[in-house]
């Protein structure tokens, strides 16, 4: 089994900064794409941004710019450096990975969860 951990969320003012953290554990062989979601309140799940095993990585246009997604593979953690944040960022966001076993087959796991709320 696979857990994962969050941390990094919390209230920033418009125009401030935050930095999400997602640490995975327990039965790893590798993990290939880590990515981060988020969903505000009456809105579906949307992919933010995600970076695979080689460094490629994928930003929604919303956030170019102002979001960099980083991995640490060494410590099974994924990163989301968040500036300049607006109030329509705010949301739920959901680190998700997908891990590999070793023998072939992969899991998506998702994160718990943690708030983003941008406001003055």
């Known amino acids: 089994q696979v857990q994962l951990v969050e941390s990094g969320g919390g209230l920033v003012h418009p125009g401030g900064s935050l930095r999400l953290s997602c640490a995975a554990s327990g039965s790893i062989f590798s993990i290939g794409v880590m990515g981060w979601y988020r969903q505000a309140p009456g809105k579906e799940r949307e992919l933010v941004a995600n970076i695979v095993t080689g460094g490629t990585t994928y930003y929604a246009d919303d956030v170019k710019g102002r979001f960099a997604i980083s991995r640490d593979n060494a410590k099974n953690t994924v990163y989301l450096q968040m500036n300049s944040l607006k109030p329509e960022d705010t949301a739920v966001y959901y680190c998700?990975?997908?891990?590999?076993?070793?023998?072939?087959?992969?899991?998506?796991?998702w994160g718990q969860g943690t708030q983003v709320t941008v406001s003055s």
């Open positions: 998700h990975l997908r891990v590999y076993d070793g023998w072939g087959h992969s899991s998506i796991y």
